[in-house]
C-alpha cells in the first residue's frame, strides 16, 4: 500500500495578497463542470465566447485575442518571445520586480536590452524613456502598468504616444491591472497587452489573457526566424484560436471554464462600476491606515486601488503581523518583494476581493496586533476613518 | 450593456479520444475547493505531498520531480529547454506527430537536431539509433513513450541503455503512458520524463509532471547560457519546489488540487491494478474490433492498451461515424493526425475511462453508426467478443 496523503481540505482564507485574488462562488463551481474535449463543438463556441469577452474587457477588436494557456509570467514570455527576435533591441522600464523579469526574459529571448531604471514606487514620465529611445532607437519598448511589487500605477497613454513616435511596438503588462482600472487598448493604441486570471478577473491562476494588434501580428508574421518558444508560438495558435482550429496542444478546459464565468461577472457589473468599486475600497482602506499612520510605497497619484503597497511602521515586526493576519483570522496579505523585502506588506483589493467586509474585516485584525506589538495608534480610527468614507 | 454569452451547460460527454479523457468525479470536485494563496503553508505542504506522489507514480527518488504549470507540450518544451544549450547535438526519434514535435521544440532552443525516422505505428530497436548515435555523438536523445497519434508503444530500457553506453542523455515523453503502462525511472535510467495531467491520471489538462534525475539536474546547473524560457527554467523552480520556497511564478492553486486527488485516486488503486485494467479493457476493445474486422495502426506486440489506433474501414465516412458518435451518443473519440488523417481513428481507454461501461457502449454505438454507412459485418459480433474477454 502506498502512502497516501489526507484527502484536500484547504482553509477558507480571506485573499488580500497580490494574487491569487477572492475567487468568485460562481468561478469555483465552473470550474467542476463536465469536462469535454478541446475540439469540441461546445468547447469552440465557448473559445470564441471568451475572445469575444477578452475583446471588451481590454476595450479592443484585436482579432488575436485569447489565453495563454498558463499563467501571467507565461504571458509576459508570450509576449517577448514571439516579438523579439535575436538582436533585436528592446528599452524595458523597471521600476519593481516585474519590470525586472521582462528584462529577464528578453534577455532569454536574444534581444539586445537597454533597461530604463527609475525608483521603486515612482513611475515613468515621457522625459524619462525620451533619451533613451532616440539613441536606442528599439523595436519593442516594454513596460507593467500596475507594478505588483509596488502598487505603482503606471499612465500608459502619453508612454504609449512617445514609443510610436520613435518608431517601436509597446508591449504593456497588464497582470495585475486587467479589470480593476482603466485599460484602453485600442484607444492608446497597444501593440501587445498580456494579463493574468488570479488578480483583478477572481479567478484561480492558470492562464494570461492576451491581445496582440494587427501591427503586432503583422510584425510576428515577417519573422526570419521561428518563434523559440513553440508552447507559445502565436503564429500556431492563431490556427487554433482562429477559424481553422488546427490542433496544437490541449487545452486547458476547465480552466476556460472558470475564467468564461469570471468574465461574464466582470461585464455583468460594468467595467465602469467594477473600477468604481475598486477605487471606492481603496479610498476607504486608505483613509483607515493613514488614520493610523501608515503609509504608502507608491508615489502619490499614482496608487493602485487594487494593489496597497504600504510600509511596515517602524518598530513592528513583519512576519509577526502577516503570520498573526494568516493563522489568527485567516487572513493572507503579502510581504515586500526585492528592494521592499521585509519593508512592505501588500494589500490586495482585487475583483470579488474588492469589498467593505475585507476592508473592515482587514483593518480590525491588524489594529489588534499592532497593538499587541506595542505600536502607538489612536484605537479604533481605522474603523471609523473607513467607514466614513463609505458614508460618503 | 456589454453582450454576455449564457452562463456555462457543458454537455455530458463519454471523452473517448486521446485526451483530456474522462474526469473522476472526486477530481472535478477537487477543483472547486476554497483557493489559498501559493505561498500558504497549506498549499505548501499540497506541493510536498504532490511531489511525493508524483515520485510514486514515476517509480523514482529524484528530488526535482514537480508539475509544470502548463500543459503536456510545455512539459516537453521544459525537458528539452532546460538540457540543451544552443549548439548541442540532439537526436530526436520520430515515428508519429510527437516526435516530429519534439524534435521542433529542439530546432527552436538551438539543438542541431538529427532526426530519426520510423513509419508511423512502427517502435524503434537499438539498431535502429545505433549508427546514428556514434555519428553523431549527441548530449541528448529524446523518444515518445506512448505516441498518441499511432498507438505504438516505445519499449523505452533497452533505448535508455544504448543511449547513455553513447554517453547522452535521455528524454522520455510519457505524456500519455503515465498511470496506462509500467514506467519505472529510475530502473531505467531515464534523465528527464514528463507527462500531462489529462490522460491516464483522469485530471483535466492544464498541467505536466516532470521528473529531472541528477545528473539531468547536474547539467543543467553547469549550464553556460540561461535557459531560454524563465517560464519553464528549472534552476528557479528548484527554488520554488524545494525548501527555499523562492516565488517564481503563482501556481495554479486549483488545478493543483485536480491533480493532487487524481495522484490519490491512482495511488489509492495501485499502480499495477491500474495497468491490469488498462490491459483488461484494451483486450475487450481489441477483441470486440476484431469481430468486426477493425484492424490496429501500431505495430503487433507493441499496442498501447490506454490509445487505440485503428485504421477506418474502407468504404466508410471517417467524419460521418465520428460526428455519430458525438453528436448521437455523447461519445468523442479523435480522428488520424498527420499521415493518418481521415485513415485512423483514435479510442481513448484512459484512466478513469478505462472501464467496460465505455468498451461496450463505444462497441453498441459504433456497430449502428458502420451499419448505417453499408458496412458489412457480423451484427452484434464485437460486444459479444469483448464480454467473452471479461468473462476470461
Sequence with gaps: MSKLPL???????TLMGPGPSAIHPRVLAALSAPTVGHLDPYYLQLMNEMQDMLRQVFRTENPMTMA???????????????????????VVCVNGVF???????????????????????QVFTPDDLKDTLAKVKPKVVGIVMAETSTGAWQPVPEIAKL???????????????????????????????YSGSQKCL?????????????????????RKTKVQSWYLDVTMLAQYWGSERVYH??????????????????????LESSFARHALQHRALKAGLAAIGIRYAAQEGHQLPQLNAVFVPEG?????VRNGLLNRFGIEIGGGLGDFKGKAWRIGLMGYGARSANVLLFLSALEQLLAEQGYKFDHGASIAAAN???AG
Design 7 to 13: 484527502p484536500l481540505n484547504p482553509p477558507v482564507r
Design 202 to 222: 477572481s479567478c484561480p491562476p492558470g492562464l494570461a489573457p492576451i491581445s496582440f494588434n494587427p501591427r503586432a501580428m503583422e510584425t510576428i508574421l515577417a
Design 163 to 193: 514609443v510610436h513616435d520613435a518608431g517601436a511596438m509597446l508591449i504593456v503588462d497588464a497582470v495585475t491591472a486587467l479589470g480593476g482600472v482603466p485599460i484602453e487598448v485600442d484607444a492608446w493604441n497597444i501593440d501587445v497587452i
Design 249 to 270: 496542444h490541449t487545452a486547458p478546459i476547465n480552466m476556460t471554464y472558470g475564467l468564461h464565468e469570471a468574465l461574464r461577472l466582470v461585464l455583468e457589473e460594468g
Design 99 to 121: 519590470g525586472a523579469r521582462m528584462a529577464d526574459v528578453a534577455g532569454r529571448a536574444g534581444a539586445e536590452v537597454t533597461r530604463i531604471d527609475r525608483p521603486w514606487g
Design 388 to 390: 466614513a468614507v463609505y
Design 316 to 320: 513592528v515586526n513583519d512576519a509577526a
Design 68 to 90: 495563454v494557456s498558463a499563467t501571467g509570467s507565461a504571458g509576459m514570455e508570450s509576449a517577448v518571445v514571439n516579438l523579439i527576435e535575436p538582436g533585436d533591441r528592446m
